[in-house]
């Protein structure tokens, strides 16, 4: 089995290939949005990089189905600024672009700002040491769920409704490389539909559009934690929403937008 969810494609930097490990839950033939919306932040941090600045949000949008194969990743600066800027970026099959995103980068303060102690953030959830090991219920022997470790606080896979879930990715997202932290909050975040899933997944189809991303600060270790809601609409539209934690406290909100649907529909 691969040791990275992503190979670089010696003879091109800005191609990738893709392992079984981004493999999701839908089709044994398309990825998990997990893996490609963190590699989209992977580029997104490399892409013309300024000292003191950082992401701030990153909205991914879902174009169809990210096959298992390898995919093409560019972005580019579109709204320079001093403080704040916009990049975009495109991750295409050789059939054409299948995600996109904006990401908003933003200059760090310097020096910090003297915030007043009862507007700080704050607050945690129960550690990953303190939650329950949960292997995700799949009839595929190597995709996301082999690549990742989920620790529930409340909830589970198999428990309809919300759940505190701890996520840890177990393999770099570009083999060579070290996971950083926006990297790993985009690849839990968009688990936020399948930890909190309040609807019988041999019956119903949940599958998100997109994934938005807000980060106050950027995550600490290896674990990030999803506070996460699912609210079905009978319309067949529904919404995922996560508070993101740390062992440190609160540290972003992600959303996802869903399609909700019978299976074989």
Same mark, same amino acid.
């Given at each position: 089995m691969a040791d990275a969810f992503y190979l670089p494609d010696p003879s091109n930097p800005d191609r990738f290939v893709s392992t079984e490990l981004t493999r999701g839950p839908w089709s044994p033939d398309a990825q998990h949005a997990g893996p490609p919306s963190a590699l989209l932040g992977h580029v997104i941090e490399r892409c013309e990089p300024r000292e003191g600045f950082q992401v701030g949000r990153v909205a991914v949008e879902i174009l169809g189905p990210i096959p298992l194969a390898p995919l093409t990743v560019t972005a580019q600066v579109t709204r320079p600024g001093r403080s704040v800027e916009l990049i975009e970026a495109t991750l295409s099959s050789d059939h054409g672009p299948v995600m996109k995103a904006n990401a908003w980068r933003l200059r760090r303060a310097e020096p910090e700002l003297e915030l007043p102690?009862?507007?700080?953030?704050?607050?945690?959830?129960p550690g990953p040491d303190q939650a329950v090991p949960s292997v995700f219920p799949s009839a595929q022997a190597v995709g996301f769920h082999t690549g990742t470790e989920y620790r529930f606080v409340t909830g589970s896979f198999t428990e309809p409704g919300p759940a505190v879930c701890w996520i840890r990715i177990k393999y770099p997202i570009v083999a060579g490389t070290t996971p950083s932290p926006l990297e790993r909050a985009l690849a839990a975040a968009d688990s936020g539909n399948g930890v909190s899933s309040v609807l019988d997944w041999s019956r119903y189809l949940f599958i998100n #559009?997109?994934? #938005?991303v807000t980060l106050h600060r950027q995550p600490v270790g290896e674990w990030v934690c999803l506070d996460a809601n699912t609210h079905p609409q009978p319309h067949g539209i529904g919404l995922a929403e996560s508070a993101l934690f740390d062992d440190k406290g609160p540290l972003g909100r992600? #959303?996802?937008t869903l399609l909700l649907a019978p299976r074989g529909r």
């Open positions: 102690a009862q507007i700080v953030p704050s607050g945690n959830r #559009t997109d994934l #938005t992600s #959303t996802q």
